[in-house]
Each structure stands twice: as structure tokens, then as C-alpha cells.
């Protein structure tokens, strides 16, 4: 079974479980859960927001990731 299955099959497991289930899963990982996981504030989120708006409207293209990882480095360099 690939990981993406596996996923996949969580999923689905979670949507159906009991409280119970649910929270025993949750005591069990939540420790990693809180470790690698971040909530976007809400001046992040309006920019996520605003620059989804623009991609849907059209004002905006996708980039190349190589381009935007360029553009950041630069940014590192210079600041």
C-alpha cells in the first residue's frame, strides 16, 4: 500500500470515527501535531486571500518555482 493510500484510508477512517477514536488518535500524536504544524495570521491569511483572487481573476500568472526561489534568495542576499 502506498503512503498516498494510506492517506487516502485515514481520511475516510477519521471522517467516520467516534469521539473516542478520535480523541485517543489525537493523544497519541499530538505532540507532533503541535510540534510541526503553524496557523497563518490573519494579515497572512488576507494576502493568501487577495493574491488567490487576483490568480482566478486572471490578473495574475503562476511563476516557475525556480524564478520565486531566485527572487527570494536575492531578497536574503540584499536585506
Known sequence: MTNKARREDLIIYLADATDK????L????????????????DEHLKIVEDRRADFVAGKKKP???QDVHARIRNKRKTA
Open 21 to 24: 477514536k478520535v480523541n485517543a
Open 26 to 41: 489525537y493523544a497519541l500524536l499530538e505532540d507532533e501535531i503541535k510540534e510541526n504544524s503553524f496557523r497563518l495570521t
Open 63 to 65: 511563476e516557475p518555482w
